[in-house]
């Protein structure tokens, strides 16, 4: 019987790397809150225009999503040991 996670297709790695991308998206979207004043009458271009919210924000975004993108796609590397157990396990089946 396969293990359930492996049948998924999702390994953990996979998890770690959409978790990853998720905190950065977050991130990104945090940097570029705010900006704006109290007042209706104050124009505060400086916190409005930074290099934080205009650059750097939307940077993060899409490395976010494109570290999520990898980690859907990324197909996991086998391990030695699942392929002789699993070799194993079929010579053993074929012997019956």
């Known amino acids: 019987m396969k293990n359930p996670i492996d049948h998924f297709g999702f390994h953990p790695e996979n998890y770690r790397l959409l978790f990853i991308g998720l905190a950065i998206n977050v991130l990104g979207y945090i940097l570029m809150i705010g900006g704006g004043a109290d007042d209706p009458s104050q124009f505060d271009g400086d916190a ?34 699942q392929e002789s157990s699993d070799s194993t396990s079929a010579k ?4 019956k």
């Open 48 to 81: 409005l225009f930074s290099h934080v919210r205009i650059t750097l924000a939307p940077m993060l975004i899409v490395v976010g999503y494109g570290i999520m993108i990898y980690a859907i796609m990324k197909k996991p590397k086998k391990e030695e040991n």
């Open 92 to 95: 053993n089946s074929n012997k």
